[in-house]
C-alpha cells in the first residue's frame, strides 16, 4: 500500500508498506540552485529493545529471553569540575526485547495529520522542501519505520523543524504501533505525551 506523494510544491508525504526511499528523499531535499543551505534527515529504526517507561505501559505476563526483563544502565548527567567528575546521576530501566512492530493506520486520516503539521513547520520557520515518509505493516528491528527530511537556508530551522516533525508525529498523526515480543505475544501502546522520545 502506498499513499501520498507531493503534498504541495515543495512536501513530499508518503505512507506504504515497501521500503522507505531514504536515498530518494535525500535527492529530493538537494538543492541545485543553492538557495538551501541545511538539510537534516531523521531516520526512525526500529529498536530490538524497548523502555516501556517511554509508552507508560510495561506489559504483564510477556516472556523475554534472558529473564523477567533486561537492565539497561545510562549515565543521564555528569558535572565535571576541573577535570574530576564531582557528581554522577545513573539511571536504570528496565527494557523489553521487540524483534518486531506491526504499525496501522488510516492512511489517508494519517496523511492529513502530516501535512497539517508540515503547514505548522513553515509558518514556524522559513523552510524549503520537506519529507514525511512513514512504514506500515510489520517491520522487523534495524528496519526504517519513518524518514523526516527538511531543507532550510540555515541550520537551526532545519534542526528545530525535524525535531518538532518527529515529537509532533508521535504525539498527533494515528499511526499505531502493535510490539511483538520474541514468545509471539503482542500488544498495542501508545506514546506517553510526556516522555515522547
Not at 1 to 18: C, Y
Request: aromatic share 8%; proline share 5%; glycine share 10%.
Amino acid at each position: 500500500m502506498a499513499t501520498g506523494g507531493l503534498g504541495g510544491d515543495d512536501d513530499w508525504v508518503e505512507i506504504k508498506s515497501q521500503r522507505l526511499d531514504v536515498a530518494g528523499a535525500h535527492d529530493y531535499l538537494a538543492d541545485a540552485t543553492g538557495r538551501w543551505g541545511a538539510t537534516v534527515v531523521f531516520l526512525g529504526r526500529v529498536r530490538r529493545f524497548t523502555d516501556p517507561s517511554h509508552t507508560g505501559f510495561f506489559p504483564a505476563g510477556v516472556v523475554l529471553s534472558g529473564g523477567p526483563a533486561v537492565v539497561e544502565t545510562q549515565v543521564v548527567e555528569t558535572q565535571v569540575v576541573e577535570t574530576q567528575v564531582v557528581e554522577t546521576q545513573v539511571v536504570e530501566t528496565q527494557v523489553v526485547e521487540t524483534p518486531a512492530l506491526h504499525y496501522e493506520c488510516y492512511p489517508e486520516m494519517a496523511q492529513r495529520a502530516i501535512q497539517g503539521l508540515l503547514a505548522e513547520c513553515r509558518q514556524r520557520w522559513s523552510l524549503g522542501r520537506l519529507v514525511v515518509q512513514h512504514r506500515v505493516g510489520r517491520l522487523v528491528a534495524g528496519e526504517v519505520a519513518i524518514v523526516i527530511g527538511v531543507s532550510s537556508s540555515h541550520r537551526a530551522a532545519a534542526y528545530a523543524a525535524n525535531q518538532y516533525l518527529i515529537d509532533e508525529i508521535k504525539r498527533r498523526v494515528p499511526v499505531w504501533k502493535q510490539e511483538i515480543y520474541p514468545s509471539g505475544a503482542t500488544t498495542w501502546v501508545h506514546p506517553r505525551p510526556d516522555r515522547v522520545q
